[in-house]
Every structure is written in C-alpha cells, then in structure tokens.
C-alpha cells in the first residue's frame, strides 16, 4: 500500500497550499496519520499527525502555520499550509504514525523568498 500526497507546487512566501491524501476508510478508521517532510540533504521528520479521535500535534516550526485535518466522507486527511516559508521547502509524504505503508513519491511544495 502506498499513500500519494498531492497539492504541491510553488508558492512565495506568505502564501498558502493544501495538500491531500486520500486513503482507505479502513487505514484512516485504524491509524493516526501523520503528514511528514523531506528537504534535501535532510532526514525525512514528522510535521503534523492526528489521531482517529481527531487530536492533532504538530512540529514547533509549523505549530499555528499548519494544520492537519481528516474528513471521513472523504477518506482523506489534509494539511492546510499558511504563511509558508522559504524553510518549508521540501517533499511532504503522508503515512500512518508511526509509518507502517511504503512511502509514496511525496509532493513538492516549493517556497520562494
């Protein structure tokens, strides 16, 4: 099983993107997920993660900018990015947390200053 983010793409700094992952309703009922991120010559880190009830946590450089969200109509959780940094530059994945799936091509989200 692979899970595709998509919704990447360039934006200047201040701007906003969304970006999606759809899933099983049987992978979304049994898991937290979480949104992760790779910049280039970086480890892969978590960046925001919700659990089944809905509770979210997310990583100091992206508390109050980020936020995850899962809508069950839709099997997909989401990852709303506000006022996004030159820094956030990087592929995002999402997977289960902890991550139990192969990992996806990711999307890049590309912030210009």
């Known amino acids: 099983v692979q899970l595709q983010a998509s919704g990447g793409g360039l934006v200047q700094a201040g701007g906003s993107l969304r970006l999606s992952c759809p899933a099983s309703?049987?992978?979304?009922?049994?898991?937290?997920m979480g949104w992760f991120r790779q910049a280039p010559g970086n480890q892969r880190e978590l960046v925001a993660r919700i659990t089944i009830a809905g509770t979210t946590a997310y990583a100091a450089s992206v508390k109050d900018r980020f936020t995850i969200s899962r809508d069950s109509a839709k099997n997909t959780v989401y990852l709303q990015m506000n006022s996004l940094k030159p820094e956030d530059t990087a592929v995002y994945y999402c997977?289960?947390?902890?991550?139990?799936?192969?990992w996806g091509q990711g999307t890049q989200v590309t912030v210009s200053s």
């Open positions: 997977n289960t947390f902890p991550s139990k799936y192969i």
């Open positions: 309703r049987f992978i979304l009922r049994a898991n937290e």
